[in-house]
C-alpha cells in the first residue's frame, strides 16, 4: 500500500475511532465515517473487506495500542505503581476534558454495546484490556498479588472514567487516584 492509501486507511480509523468513541458502535454508521474523513466510499470497502465490524476492530485495537504506549509516558519507567497509575489518570483525564467529556475509553462503549453479541468485537475489546492489565502487572511485578492488583487498579480505572464522564468532572478521577495510592501503598 503507498502513501495515499495507507493516509485513507489512517482517517477512516480516525474517523472510525472519534464516532464510535462519542456516539457508540450502534450509533456510527459507515455513511458517517466516509463523510467524516472524507474517504471514497470504494477506499472503506478496499481496506476494510469485513465491513463495520473489521473497521471498528481495527480502530480498537488502534486505540488500545495508543492509550497502551501512552500509559508509560506520564510518569516515566522509575516511576512508583502509585506514581505511574496517577499518570495514567492525568492523562486520561485531560482527554476525557479536552473532549468536553466526550472521550473516555475507547474500548468501554464498544464493550459494553457488543460483548455479548459479537465475538470477533469481543475478542477485539478483551485483547486490548489484556494488554492493559499486562502493562499493570509489569508495573507492580514486585508484589506477589500483582495480578489481582492490575486488574483492580484497571476496574477502578475504567470505572473512574465513566463516573468522571457521566459527571462531567474530573472528581471521580481524583478519589480513584487517591484510593489507589492507598491500595498500592
Known amino acids: 500500500m503507498g502513501q495515499k492509501g495507507a493516509e485513507t486507511r489512517d482517517r477512516l480509523l480516525d474517523a472510525t475511532q472519534e464516532l464510535v468513541e462519542t456516539a457508540g458502535y450502534f450509533g456510527t ?110 508495573r507492580l511485578a514486585s508484589r506477589p498479588d500483582a495480578d489481582d492488583l492490575a486488574v483492580t487498579v484497571l476496574a477502578l480505572v475504567e470505572g473512574a472514567l465513566l463516573l468522571a464522564r457521566a459527571h462531567r468532572s474530573r472528581d471521580p478521577l481524583d478519589r480513584v487516584a487517591r484510593r489507589i495510592h492507598t491500595l498500592l501503598g
Open 29 to 138: 454508521g459507515l455513511n458517517q465515517v466516509i463523510a467524516v474523513s472524507g474517504a471514497p466510499r470504494g477506499s472503506l470497502y478496499f481496506h476494510f473487506p469485513g465491513g463495520k465490524d473489521q473497521l471498528v476492530g481495527e480502530s480498537v485495537r488502534r486505540a488500545g495500542r495508543a492509550i497502551g504506549d501512552a500509559l508509560g509516558e506520564p510518569a516515566g519507567p522509575d516511576a512508583s505503581p502509585a506514581e505511574f497509575v496517577d499518570g495514567v489518570l492525568r492523562h486520561l483525564g485531560d482527554r476525557l476534558a479536552e473532549s468536553g467529556w466526550r472521550k473516555g475509553c475507547p474500548v468501554a462503549t464498544v464493550a459494553l454495546e457488543t460483548a455479548a453479541v459479537n465475538d470477533p468485537l469481543q475478542e477485539v475489546c478483551s485483547e486490548v484490556y489484556s494488554s492493559w492489565e499486562a502493562a499493570l502487572r509489569a
